[in-house]
């Protein structure tokens, strides 16, 4: 049987269509005697077209046919989407976005759960916690589902939603966090460069590449990494009720999805149709409808992303890039 949201739906669309046929038939082959009138068909047609579009966009907005949406977590986490310095480190989408796209679907009245998509290597701390944040605010539930990778910055993501799917080939865990950068002491030696330092505070320059770091300047960074590493871990123990020092034992590791399970780190093994059918039981209904909540990006940004999120996926994106700039930090 036929809903009623569809039929008004589909109503709205016929009743726009006429509208808009009649007007095209009026201005472009009833009025004219002239060259338009040769024309007129074609043009009325067209305005027709437009019609049908114009009809189809208010119905969906006033009628919405889905009730899940999917939001995608795709490439290395940054605050604005850019990937490395080298012109080969991918682009991934930006936080900013993936938290409004979150928000957005929890604002819509026609959504009743999220699915969040994860192929991810990591990335930045904060960005990554401010998407963890906003899948705990979406008022409904909440699965994270793990496609390719779903590593150290994305299993922080994956801490914030009520369960972590996998499938049985996926990449899951890295548990840590990384700080990196170049040493090029050596090299500017030989090529005759040095480094003349002008900072006010000590710790000013740690971790600038044209200098050999001492033992202070070490610990000091490291201790900057152990406490993102506690939060990481205090993250990981709360959001997926695991013991504090199971996920300190589990050494930053990587492991694939069937392993994850069975250490827990998983909730469930399937396909994305066996995520769709578990949450059409949770909310009491036959089947979903799911849709993609998408950031408003230019074309152009979306071409040629494909091939390098692949590439990075398993190399690069787990241990993270050692960048020719200074000290970073990331999960």
């Not at 009649?22 to 338009?36: E, I, K, M, Q, R």
Request: glycine share 10%; with cysteine; aromatic share 8%.
């Amino acid at each position: 049987m036929i809903g009623s949201e569809r039929i008004d739906r589909l109503l709205i669309v016929v009743v726009g269509v006429a509208a808009f046929a009649a007007a095209g038939f009026a201005l472009f082959v009833v009025y004219p005697d002239s060259l338009a009138e040769l024309l007129g068909v074609l043009v009325a047609l067209a305005v027709a077209a437009l019609g049908v579009r114009f009809s189809s966009n208010i119905a969906a907005s006033l009628y919405p046919d889905y009730d899940v949406a999917e939001v995608a977590v795709e490439g290395p986490i940054t605050r604005d989407g850019g990937g490395g310095s080298l012109p080969s480190s991918p682009r991934g989408t930006p936080a900013d976005d993936i938290v409004d796209q979150i928000d957005r679907a929890d604002e819509d009245d026609s959504v009743d759960a999220l699915l969040l998509k994860l192929n991810t290597p990591g990335g930045e701390v904060v960005p990554s916690d401010d998407i963890r944040l906003a899948a705990e605010r979406f008022d409904g539930p909440t699965i994270a589902y793990a496609t390719d990778v779903c590593a150290s910055g994305g299993y922080w993501i994956a801490s914030g939603c009520d369960e972590l799917w996998a499938r049985e080939g996926s990449i899951v865990g890295s548990i840590g966090v990384i700080g990196s950068r170049v040493n090029a002491s050596d090299l500017a030696e030989k090529v005759g460069l040095s480094y003349e330092r002008f900072a006010a505070g000590d710790y000013k320059d740690a971790g600038t590449p044209l200098k050999e770091m001492d033992e202070d300047e070490r610990a000091y960074l490291q201790g900057l990494i152990d406490d993102y590493y506690d939060t990481f871990v205090e993250r990981v123990s709360d959001g997926r009720d695991l013991d504090t020092e199971f996920v300190r034992d589990t050494e930053a590791r990587i492991y694939l999805g069937e392993q994850a399970h069975d250490l827990e780190l998983v909730d469930r093994l399937g396909t994305r149709r066996e995520i769709e059918d578990e949450l059409a039981d949770r909310l009491e209904r036959d089947e979903i409808s799911v849709e993609e909540f998408e950031p408003e990006r230019p074309l152009m940004a979306r071409i040629g992303t494909g091939a390098q999120r692949v590439a990075y996926a398993f190399g690069a994106g787990i241990s993270g890039l050692a960048e020719d700039r200074e000290f970073r930090l990331r999960t």
